[in-house]
């Protein structure tokens, strides 16, 4: 915290000059304490197989508690919804602006013939898996009380160095149109 710094640059024993006094940097001395070379862990690409399957299942399952009733889910539509997750997940890391929700429907709209669809995703730098469904259960999706409803669920994980997961989760209920 910059509080706790203290900014008197003429006291030797908190601060060391950037220049020897004859000229020239003393790269030693002003990085004592820090390694040459970083070393980062390799993506573990099947820790996030496994942390989508767990999330997957953990949504699901959550879904069905929060509704106290029979909910039915559409695979079809929730195998669409991966690929659009992998098409977010591009898009951020390319600095690409991310298209509105209802862009990403028009490529699943003939799998919800004569019904209608609601939902958005969400993104995370993954931590655990019950931050992840208690932000879906703050979105209040679960909710919808109509006889008919179904809903998708799908979630991507990809692995980024050192055990960094970016986590992506999209949720839909489809209802058919009055």
Request: with cysteine.
């Amino acid at each position: 915290m910059p509080s706790l710094v203290d900014f008197n640059v003429l006291d030797r024993k908190c601060w060391h000059p950037y220049f020897r006094r004859g000229g020239g940097f003393d790269q030693e001395q002003f990085y004592p304490c820090q390694d040459s070379s970083i070393l980062y862990k390799e993506p573990d690409d099947a820790l996030g197989a496994e942390l989508e399957v767990e999330i997957l299942d953990s949504l699901k399952t959550s879904i069905r508690t929060w509704r106290r009733v029979p909910s039915s889910f559409n695979n079809e539509i929730s195998n669409r919804l991966s690929a659009i997750l992998i098409d977010l997940e591009e898009r951020k890391m390319n600095g690409l602006k991310v298209l509105p929700t209802a862009e990403y429907y028009k490529g699943i709209e003939g799998l919800c013939r004569g019904k209608r669809i609601f939902g958005h995703s969400l993104h995370f730098a993954f931590s655990t898996v019950d931050e992840i469904v208690q932000a879906i259960e703050s979105t209040s999706i679960h909710q919808n009380k109509h006889p008919g409803v179904e809903f998708s669920v799908s979630v991507k994980v990809i692995a980024y160095a050192s055990n960094l997961f970016s986590t992506w989760v999209f949720v839909t209920f489809q209802i058919p149109e009055c």
